[in-house]
């Protein structure tokens, strides 16, 4: 089976652009959830989707947004970059909406020039 | 809110050697407890948790902690580490319920040869 795959695996950005992170769960497992990882620190809570419906919401800024689609794979958008949102995003899945093991993606390193 | 904290921020050991990295967690009435590793350039593998019943609990790669609620620490240990153990590894906590992962700074681990 195919693990959490996000896409692209890196991406170079200007200041005051968008980008837009995806994300595909593992088959069968309703939940995902967003993460960020500045370099040097550990993943900080961006967002929680469970079922299609936004079940948490970390300490972010509003140019944060995420949702997810019927087949339970989710995106997450960026608007008016700036240098600090330079990090990788995780995506995490489970099978629940509970954390009883969340099983993470390879990331996406996301660089604002 | 939960917090947690890695108290060592490196550790360097010897090849053969027993390792223990330490963390501490907030005070909470009932927490789910989660060591991770992370090897550069990837996202975060889950080496064991701490759901509930016996404190002492094993993972993956020979690693195993141990939930102490009185002093509310969950301390990772290793009794012989390898190179390939060379990683950064984050503890984690979250309430019971469907609550979102905390993460601690992470340690960095580095075996010596």
């Known amino acids: 089976d195919a693990g959490v795959t996000q896409s692209p695996t890196h991406l170079i950005k200007t200041r005051g652009q968008h980008v837009t992170l995806r994300c595909s769960p593992i088959?069968?497992?309703?939940?995902v959830s967003w993460y960020q990882q500045v370099l040097g620190q550990g993943p900080q809570f961006i967002f929680q989707?469970?079922?299609?419906?936004?079940?948490g919401r970390g300490n972010f800024p509003d140019r944060f947004s995420a949702r997810q689609f019927p087949n339970y794979s989710s995106e997450l958008n960026v608007n008016a970059l700036l240098l600090g949102d330079s990090a990788l995003y995780l995506c995490?899945?489970?099978?629940?909406?509970?954390?009883?093991?969340?099983?993470f993606g390879s990331g996406t390193r996301l660089t604002v020039v | 809110a939960q917090s947690v904290t890695q108290l060592d921020s490196q550790v360097p050991v010897f090849e053969e050697a027993p390792v223990e990295l330490r963390c501490n967690y907030s005070?909470?009435?009932?927490?789910?407890l989660f060591w991770y590793v992370q090897y550069p350039n990837q996202g975060l593998q889950l080496l064991l948790k701490?759901?509930?019943?016996?404190?002492l609990v094993k993972g993956i790669n020979g690693f195993e902690a141990e939930f102490n609620k009185s002093q509310t620490s969950f301390h990772l240990r290793k009794p012989s580490v390898h190179i390939s153990d060379t990683a950064e590894y984050f503890c984690?906590?979250?309430?019971?319920?469907?609550?979102?992962?905390?993460f601690g700074k992470g340690t960095r681990l580095s075996v010596i040869a």
């Open positions: 995490a899945s489970s099978l629940l909406g509970g954390n009883y093991g969340y099983t």
């Open positions: 088959s069968g497992h309703k939940s």
């Open positions: 989707y469970y079922e299609k419906e936004e079940r």
């Open positions: 005070s909470s009435v009932s927490v789910y």
């Open positions: 701490y759901l509930s019943g016996s404190t």
């Open positions: 984690a906590v979250s309430d019971k319920g469907n609550t979102p992962l905390v």
